[in-house]
């Protein structure tokens, strides 16, 4: 084998050494982001689990609560009652239903059972943290009445993970980059109202809501990565 051959197939070796070694360090910049996200988000849930006795948390909810149910009125009480029924369990457990039935008939099983379970367990997992906190509801006059305990918020937590999950579909089966921007646009104002509407209500203190925000966001991430870590088992399986 000649001079110029054997330097052609150094070259190429050292390219594919290089390619690889990109790889890995993307795979663990990605990795690294991953773990930052889900420890923000954890450390944001007890820096409330743990405080929210505390005279800063009560001051902060004091203020949310006043400056969003100064606006009570008749037509907004009529739009709140529309929006958070948008984060019951009723309305999210039928809606997952038609979404997990909907993705097996189009063969996407996996993703399926990744709906399924993870927001049925998010759902337990709400109910487990309610029982841990035993956090009672606000005392001001609600508009509605509400059972169980506040914190952290159901239909915040449940909101997060149920529409967060849809937004994740819609970026692993849709192309277009303008269908992945209005589905992520969509999940963060229908997540974001729901929460306002549980305040105005009087059924949740604001702290309730980032709670539930922060638990939901750990969960989705935590959900995300085990569906990705089986999806690329699954395909090299295949």
């Given amino acids: 084998m000649d001079g110029p051959n054997i330097r052609t197939i150094i070259t190429l070796q050292e390219l594919q050494v290089s390619f690889e070694m990109t790889k890995n360090r993307i795979a663990i910049f990605k990795f690294l982001i991953v773990l930052g996200m889900i420890s923000f988000f954890t450390w944001g ?35 709140m009652l529309g929006v958070t029924l948008l984060g019951s369990v009723k309305w999210i457990v039928i809606l997952t239903s038609m979404t997990v039935m ?17 927001i049925s367990c998010g759902g337990l997992f709400n109910w487990l943290l309610k029982w841990i906190f035993k956090r009672e509801r606000p005392d001001i006059e609600p508009i509605i009445q509400e059972q169980g305990y506040s914190f952290p918020s159901g239909h915040s937590m449940g909101s997060f993970i149920f529409y967060g999950t849809l937004a994740f579909i819609l970026f692993k089966l849709y192309k277009q980059k303008w269908a992945k921007i209005f589905g992520a646009l969509l999940a963060i104002f229908l997540v974001f109202f729901i929460g306002i509407s549980r305040i105005y209500l009087g059924v949740h203190y604001p702290s309730d809501i980032v709670g539930g925000f922060t638990a939901g966001a750990a969960w989705t991430t935590i959900s995300i990565i085990t569906y990705h870590f089986l999806d690329i088992r699954r395909k090299r399986l295949e």
Avoid: C
């Avoid at 007890?46 to 902060?60: G, K, N, T």
């Fill in 102 to 118: 909907l993705l097996f008939l189009f063969k996407h099983r996996l993703l399926a059972v990744y709906v399924a379970v993870s």
């Fill in 45 to 79: 849930f007890f820096e409330i689990a743990d405080d929210y006795q505390d005279q800063e948390i009560r001051h902060f909810d004091s203020i949310i609560i006043e400056g969003i149910q100064n606006h009570v009125s008749p037509f907004w009480t009529h739009i």
